[in-house]
């Protein structure tokens, strides 16, 4: 007995049981669910702005994403939350995993026309269908797509059809200037759904500018359900729809580098893991401590002949 007791496979049984709690912390602690919304402009090599992307990096970027987020469609957005389940299902843990993943949302504004070929690869290449934001006034103008391009887009490669306002103007300047806001754009959303057939409910502020008078305005004049702003946060249950955070995509900017990247940060189970690791180390070094004093106390009882 006492030779098991000092082989290896003791100490090792040992340092297994103390390591235990962890080790399951580690493999089934429920990850926390992220969901963001990506907000890009146009792709293009042609001289992109700040805002802007080139086709390569948009593409190099969706598929770093799809490593560690599941592309949620738009139609699934407002009950994905609802459908999440908090506890875990033993008997079919990797589908609740699956369950639990993050979720990322593809958005476009303006819909000007070097947004056509990127919409129409995310659905083509990943099956991801887009939300595109449409200024009213701008449809079939200059350097945006026309309706045509639109409906193509909707009808073909499952692109959500919502609003970006009649004009893009700073929703708090116009109502400053006067302007009958929630008039405007109940107008415009009416004007939008007539042309695509379905009723749009999604909205998002030009330039991602608003304050509490343009909410209060939404929703006491227009049936809008949800609107977007430009905020580097993740989507939570707990916000109000009328600010539903988009990460917008800058190039070279800080604030993208940090939260734009967060594909890149380990889960948080892994935290969790690691922390109950530290905690039961302390315990392991404990359970050697002991068994040294009572090797001492034996060697004492030997050397007294007891
Ligand atoms: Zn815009």
Known sequence: MNNFKNSILFRALILALTLMP????????PAPTIHINLLFHRVTDNNPEQWDITPAKFRSITEK????????NPEDFEESFEKLPEEPDWRQLKEWRNLRKSRVMFMFDDASKEQKEAIKWLYETHKIKSTLFVVLDWIGKDNFMPIEDILDLQN??????????????????????????????????????KMIGKEVSWYAYPYGHHNDAVIEEIKSKTSFERAFTVESFSVDTNQDPMQTPRIMYLENEKGFSGTFALWQRPPTYLFIGLFALTSTLPFFIALLMFRRMDKKVHKKKKQNGL
Not at 65 to 72: C, D, G, I
């Open 156 to 193: 073909n490669y499952g692109t959500r059809i919502e609003l970006h306002g009649k004009r893009h103007d700073s929703n708090p300047e116009l109502l400053k200037a006067g302007v009958n806001l929630g008039e405007e754009l109940e107008a415009a959303r009416q004007d939008l759904s």
């Open 22 to 29: 962890s080790v399951i912390t580690l493999l089934y602690a």
């Open 65 to 72: 994403y799809l490593e560690h987020y599941k592309p949620l």
